[in-house]
């Protein structure tokens, strides 16, 4: 039977890293984000770090601990870089790229007295770990908290047991003359990391599957195309926006665009050039619309707006925004002009269903801009009298 030592159990954690790290593209597949990338670094550079410890018993010590070092840091900041990619914006990530570089440049340097480089390794390795940690937490509980916690928590009892290990190699060195020592706490540090370890990995795939479920909501209420809302994703998140607005008690309008003579442009330039003319008419809405507007293609060349607080003379601002800036980007990427007709509403919301009389509103105030020659905005009758605010 093999005795459970030290060495034993770094080379069976170094196993473990590479037999996941191995598995793990396969598992997740080639289109993957960038934060499921910096996963698979971290859980490669974490099995890199602890071969290279178990592999500087024997040979290059010096340049293997060192590169152990490197390696331990460069995981710890990937799996920080990840969770900035899911969770957003993480605190202390400056003091983490200073432990990071600090740590094993410090270890090179006191290399030769075994006491300081102990202590200085594994005090800014703590410093890592909690970092890490603290990183996981933070209000962001759409992304779930049970993962997050699990992730912290381990990550947190291993910077105490690190931190540990250092304060018993700088001050009791005699208790703890060598990285493969069998003193408790140090056997202790392995088996929590040991533990930890399926512990993370599992958080860090519940995070990944999030992120996937993520995904495939925003494509099934996306179009391919323009990269705005399809119908069915305007149609949900205008619910929404309905509700805020009777609940705040705000001027809510909807807009219909359609592009004029777009049959034309498909028979004349390709529906190549079409799909072009679609894409250029969407990109230049999303520059005429607020942070919190809404927009999506309903079909064809059918477009929608959502536009908080704004009233008829907010929707012809708009409009002349919009015409203004699609006629310089058409001539200059097109070739040729491209123009649209637009219906206004205001948003009834003190009727049962406000959002679909609105569409009904604006729709039938968008054919009469067609009736009327097209190229131009129709605002609804009802609409003109009704007060609000310029967007």
């Known amino acids: ?54 592999s500087a018993e024997y040979i290059w010590d010096m340049p293997l601990s060192v590169l152990a070092m490197a390696m331990g840091s460069a995981a710890n900041y990937m799996l920080y870089l990840a969770l900035q990619g899911w969770l957003g914006p993480r605190p202390w990530k400056q003091w983490l790229r200073v432990a990071c570089v600090v740590m094993p440049v410090g270890y090179a340097l006191t290399f030769s007295s075994y006491p300081i480089r102990v202590g200085w390794a594994n005090t800014w390795l703590a410093l890592q770990f909690l970092l890490v940690a603290r990183a996981a937490l933070g209000p962001v509980n759409h992304w779930g908290r049970r993962w997050r916690h699990l992730l912290a928590g381990c990550y947190g009892l291993v910077a105490l047991l690190t931190l540990a290990r250092g304060v018993l190699g700088a001050f009791f060195t005699e208790l703890y003359p060598t990285f493969t020592t069998p003193h408790p706490v140090n056997l202790l540090a392995q088996l929590v990391v040991n533990i930890s370890m399926p512990l993370t990995i599992v958080a860090l795939l519940v995070a990944w599957r999030r992120e996937s479920e993520s995904r495939l909501r925003l494509l099934a209420n996306t179009d391919g195309l323009t990269e705005l809302a399809n119908r ?24 219909m665009l359609d592009l004029d003579h777009f049959k034309r442009v498909n028979d004349e330039h390709g529906h190549e050039m079409g799909d072009a003319a679609l894409k250029l008419f969407a990109s230049a809405v999303r520059d005429c619309l607020r942070q919190n ?37 058409a001539q200059t990427t097109l070739g040729w002009p491209l123009n649209h007709s637009a219906g206004f509403a205001l948003c009834p919301l003190d009727l049962d269903d406000p959002l679909h009389v609105a569409i009904r509103s604006a729709d039938r105030a968008l054919y009469q801009a067609k009736d009327n020659g097209r190229g131009q905005l129709v605002l609804d009758e009802f609409s003109v009298e009704m007060p609000g605010r310029d967007i």
């Open 293 to 329: 507007d809404l927009a999506g293609r309903l079909g064809g060349e059918e477009f929608a707006l959502l536009l908080p607080h704004t009233d008829a003379e907010g929707a012809r601002q708009l409009d002349i925004r919009l015409r203004e800036l699609l006629r310089q980007r």
């Open 1 to 54: 039977m093999i005795p459970l030592d030290i060495t034993t159990i770094l080379s069976i954690t170094a196993l473990n890293l590479f037999a996941v790290s191995a598995a793990l593209p396969t598992v997740m597949g080639k289109e993957i984000s960038a934060s499921a990338r910096f996963v698979q670094g971290n859980l490669l550079a974490q099995a890199m770090g602890w071969a290279c410890i178990v």
């Open 232 to 255: 069915r994703g305007f149609m949900d998140k205008a619910q929404q926006m309905v509700a805020q607005a009777r609940r705040q008690q705000w001027p809510l309008g909807v807009m």
